[in-house]
């Protein structure tokens, strides 16, 4: 098979090296794609227009046999330009796009879960500092913590937008508990915001609040105290994506693949 698999991730290179989850991503896709002789060429671009453009040198130059297309978005024209540039590609995620292989996770299902949790330990105000509202995944995640305060009559949800930065998680935080109510337990969507916040809390003496963090990793798990959170093996979804791809190059018609199951991991912030 051999050659390079395309994967851009769009953002500041300081914040994206901190991501323990694509760190671990391209883990996974590389332990299925190495014994191939199939490497991963990641590319850290600033906004979308640079990213059209690394696909459209990648296409003339003949330089990346696949890509692998993450944090898809409402009406994203990504899959549309490559396909147009013939540059074959596997979605992480659902796209709106027909005629890709998609690996497929139930960020719905496992929101519902971490409410469902939390509202079992007694919780009625709960927060949450999402990711980019433009993303898929954050979307079918507020829809169901929408959803999931319809279904539990009292409990009332409060949302703010982050970035997955640290400083977003550090202004999330500030903002959901200036709210009246404040919240009793707070979701946060990646692991880099809850830890910044869990720092803030310890800074200002803050106590008394839960803290849920959206991502699995070790920083969870070194922080003090251990961050709870809502896990997916990260380094399987990378496996599962490495499989997908292996079979799009070896010619398989396009499908979806299930990614990994999610569990909640309680630690002490909760």
Sequence with gaps: MGGLVGLVLTGSAARVGVEPF???????IEEILAPRGVTVLLLVTPDLEAELAAYRRWAAGHTVAAVIVVNLVHGD????RL???GLPAVLAGRGE????????TDDAAAMTAAVEALIARGHRTIGRVT???????TAERSAALSAAEHDHPGVRVIETEGDYGAESGVRGIRT???ADPPPTAVIF???VMAVAAAQELSRTGVTGVSLLAGDDSPLCELASPPLSALSTDVHDHGRILGRAVAELLAGAEP?????????IRHRATT
Excluded: K
């Design 22 to 28: 694509f760190l671990e991503l391209i883990d996974g």
């Design 77 to 80: 024209v990504r899959p549309g």
């Design 83 to 85: 396909a147009a540039l």
């Design 97 to 104: 796009h027909p005629g890709f292989p998609r690996v497929l």
């Design 131 to 137: 990711g980019p509202r433009t993303l898929l995944h």
């Design 176 to 178: 959901l508990l200036a």
């Design 189 to 191: 969507d990646n692991d």
């Design 255 to 263: 499908r979806d693949h299930a990614g990994p199951a999610f569990q």
